[in-house]
Each structure stands twice: as structure tokens, then as C-alpha cells.
């Protein structure tokens, strides 16, 4: 088999020969005797891990923004006011008004919640699946290997967002069709990393002796197997947290996604680049720079994780 | 850019990295058009013009939208895969053996981990493709990714079961150029052996 294509996508991870590969950042514990030529990371980061800890504030400033934000702004997102259109920012609207007189900040927040939601909760099913698939392609092997990962193969032979609009277009707008269509692309990294570190773990010493002291099969993957790969997962997690606010920002944005007059970010967008001849900047910048805040955060706790979680083997 | 080692550029590389990656490629687009195009007018904020030169023209902003989106994820497994072949026995061996520093990075450390290049573009050019529909659509350029849309938004079946298998097909094209590139770039992988 052709290694290249059949590598994780976000980690790279990939090289000839035989055993699954190990490319993964290996910035911290791989230091050599030559220590002037371990590459990037300077040693305060690696130590206190600031990475983790700024995305982690950031993120966490941001959640709670959008959770008691909403308390204090208390106009209703969906309340137009057509007399008082694309008004300034001023004390009843802090960031104006958009082209139905509608809150700007009173939307930002609500429509923010909504997004975050969609992305977080759409990263569970793909992970349980993608987790369960690649470990039991991984550890069977033999024809369940082939069944599963040619499956996978067919999935990411279509780019990801054709794949997800045309899925979104069969089933219709909407939350349910967005949480269907990103599972039903998305569980293939989850498979492959999960497989590629089965694969390894499997030849262990500790699994053999778990199979000569007798334990039936599904305990090794549910207690021994799996346990052991969660952490590649959620480091992927972060990351597909990130694409996932893409997809969903994205959906709206061509008004495939959530359906108006719910707020969410993409919609704002949408709104904001047909207006921003006339200068209006704040509909498009604030929920775009929010985007780019929030996946900011989560690269940073990716990276971060990255460093904490990293078998060191 | 993710060769640099002082600690600065390694920190710009990342957080450059970090803050492009959650770009969605809509947002990179509309950001464009709005410096380049609208505020400093050098550039066409959309269409595709009418002749070869103009079509080159009014890519360069699309092109650039596209790139800044696709490259987060290289340079991050390109810096991985650095510092992989940084640590790895035959860059000390070409330090013993007395290469100057320069040299065993770009005979040594680059050619290895420029394999892992290689194919993490391959498999990037599939989310390339994504990315463009999106772009295309910013920027108003009659593509493939226009059509697909179009097609969604008329609800017109037919068209989109079409450029869905269309757009298959050429990722695997592309999958399968990666992996005869892959032969060439590194020689201990060969076809059909």
C-alpha cells in the first residue's frame, strides 16, 4: 500500500517502510547530545508549557464572553428596527445596528454560542467513531483493516467541504444536517491516527502479556488499546474544533448552514460583505476577527496538548 | 520559514501559523478585497476579465486567499519534520564529519524533511480544491466551485452529482501524482517493487 495518501492528514505522518511512522512534532523529548541543534521551540516555552496556558486563557475569556455576555445584553437578536438601520455604535447598541436594525452585539453573542456549540458537539461523534473504527481496523487487521480503511479511503477521495455541501444540500439546513454531514466526513482522521497508533501498541509487550494472562479481547481494546490512543485524538480534537467552526461559518455564510433569522457569525459575515461597500466594516471584522480569536486559541491548546501528551517512547 | 532557529522566528512561524490556520478562506478573501482591492486598489476586487492577461490579473488576490489558507498546515508538519531530521542520526554523523551548518541543513535536514512535504501537499491539494469553491465564490470567478454552488442554491441534482464525482476523481489524479513524485523524491520508495 501507497504510504502517502493514507496518512493523517493533520499530523503528517508519514514515511516509507513498513512500521506506521512517527513524525509528530518531536520538538521536546527527542533532544540529542548536539542540544544547539534541536529545532524551534525556545526552553521557557517548553517547560511551562505558556502555549497551553495563553490558548487556554484566551479560550476560556472568550467562552465566557459568550456565556454571561447575553445577561447584559439583553435586546433581542432578532428584533429588527428598519427606521433605525446600520446606525452608528452608541450606548443602546455598542457595536450599531445592521441592515434591519438588528443589534450587532446582541447577534455577535447569540449567534457566537450557537457556533461554538455546533463545532464542539461535532467533534464527539466523529471522535467515538473514528476511535472505535481505527482501533478495531488496527487491531484485527486482516480483512476488517481492509473493509474500514478502503471506506476511508472513499471518503477523503472528495475534497472535505464539496463532500459536506453536497451531504448538507441532500439533507437540508440546519443543525442536524451539519452534525450528519461533518460525522460523516470527519471520523476518517480519527480513524487513520487511531489505527496508526493501534498498530504499534499492538506489538507491545504489555498487550502480549495481557493476552497470556487470559483477557478476552474486547477488555485488551476497551481497557488496554484504547485508553492508550485517546490522546492522539483529542490532540487531533483541537484541531478539528477549528475546522469545524470553518464548516459552519462557511455553510452560513453561502446560507446553507444554520437557518436565519438565527444569528450566527457566518450569516453576520454574509450580511456584512454585501454592505461593506457602503463601509460598514464592523458587520464582517467583528465576527471574523472572533473566528480568528477563538481557532487561534484552540491552535495554541492544540500545540500545547501536543507537547504534554506526547508518548514518550 | 520554519527553518529559522532563533527562538523569534520560530514564535512569528507559529503564531503566523496559529492565527492563519482558523482563517476561514471566505474571511481571508474578504480581507483581501477589502486592502488590496477596495482601500489600495491595486488589485481586482472580482470577475475574471475578458483575455489571458486579465484572467492571470484577477487571480493573483483568489490565489493569494487560497495559499494563506493551505499553508498553516505545512509549515507546521514541515517544522515537525525538521525537527525530526534535525535529531536524527545522520545530521550528527554530517556534523562529525565536519560539514559546516548550512551545508547539513539543506543537503541533510531539508531534503528529508521536504519528503514530508511533498506529500502533505499532495494530500493538502484535496482541501485545496474545497478551499477554492469557497474563494471562487468570494471573489465572483467563474469555476468549478461557482458551478457546484450555483447548483446547490437552484437545488439542480444533476449538476451537483456530476462535480461531486468530478471533484473525486481529480483528487485521486492528484493522490496518485503524489505518490509517483513521492518515488522520485525519495529513493527508497519504488513503484510496483
Known sequence: ?313 | MAAKRSAASAIVSRVFAATVQGMPAFFVGTLLILLLGVNLGIFPVGGYGSNFGEHLYSLVLPGLAVALTTCPVLIRSLTAALNDSMSAEYTNFALSKGLSRKRTVIDYAFRNAGITGVSILGIQVGHLVGGALVVENVFAIPGVGSLLMEAVLARDYDVVQALTVIFGVLVVLVYLLTDVVYSIVDPRVRLGA
Not at chain 1, 167 to 185: D, E, K, R, Y
Not at chain 1, 224 to 239: K, L, R, W
Not at chain 1, 243 to 269: E, H
Not at chain 1, 298 to 308: K, R, S, V
Open chain 1, 1 to 313: 500500500m501507497s504510504e502517502p495518501t493514507t496518512s493523517p492528514t493533520a499530523t503528517g505522518a508519514t514515511g516509507p517502510g513498513g512500521k506506521p511512522p512517527r513524525t509528530r512534532g518531536g520538538t521536546a523529548s527527542r533532544a540529542t547530545p548536539t542540544a544547539r541543534f534541536t529545532l524551534p521551540l525556545p526552553a521557557f516555552l517548553r517547560r511551562h508549557n505558556l502555549q497551553l496556558w495563553i490558548g487556554a486563557v484566551i479560550l476560556g475569556a472568550m467562552v465566557l464572553l459568550l456565556a454571561i455576555g447575553p445577561l447584559f445584553v439583553t435586546d433581542d437578536p432578532n428584533r429588527q428596527d428598519l427606521l433605525n438601520t446600520f446606525a452608528p455604535s452608541s450606548i443602546a447598541h455598542p457595536l450599531g445596528t445592521d441592515q434591519l436594525g438588528r443589534d450587532v452585539l446582541s447577534r455577535f453573542l447569540h449567534g457566537g454560542r450557537v457556533d461554538l456549540i455546533v463545532a464542539v458537539v461535532a467533534v464527539i461523534v466523529p471522535f467515538i467513531l473514528g476511535t472505535i473504527l481505527g482501533s478495531l481496523a488496527g487491531y484485527f487487521g486482516r480483512w476488517v483493516d481492509i473493509v474500514i480503511m478502503r471506506l476511508a479511503d472513499i471518503v477523503s477521495a472528495f475534497p472535505f467541504y464539496v463532500l459536506v455541501i453536497v451531504l448538507v444540500f441532500v439533507m437540508g439546513n440546519g443543525m442536524g444536517s451539519i452534525f450528519v454531514a461533518i460525522s460523516a466526513v470527519s471520523w476518517v482522521a480519527y480513524a487513520r491516527i487511531v489505527r496508526g497508533e493501534v498498530l504499534v501498541l499492538r506489538e507491545q509487550e504489555f498487550i502480549s502479556a495481557c493476552r497470556a494472562s487470559g483477557l478476552s479481547t474486547p477488555r485488551i481494546l476497551t481497557r488496554h488499546i484504547i485508553p492508550n490512543t485517546v490522546s492522539q485524538g483529542v490532540i487531533y480534537a483541537m484541531s478539528d474544533i477549528v475546522l469545524n467552526i470553518g464548516v459552519v461559518v462557511t455553510l452560513s455564510y453561502f446560507g446553507m448552514g444554520i437557518v436565519p433569522p438565527t444569528a450566527d457569525w457566518g450569516q453576520m459575515m454574509n450580511d456584512g460583505q454585501q454592505y461593506m461597500g457602503t463601509g460598514n466594516y464592523g458587520l464582517i471584522l467583528w465576527p471574523g476577527f472572533a473566528v480568528v480569536i477563538v481557532s487561534f486559541a484552540l491552535a495554541l491548546i492544540g500545540d500545547g496538548l501536543t507537547n504534554t501528551l506526547k508518548p514518550k517512547r
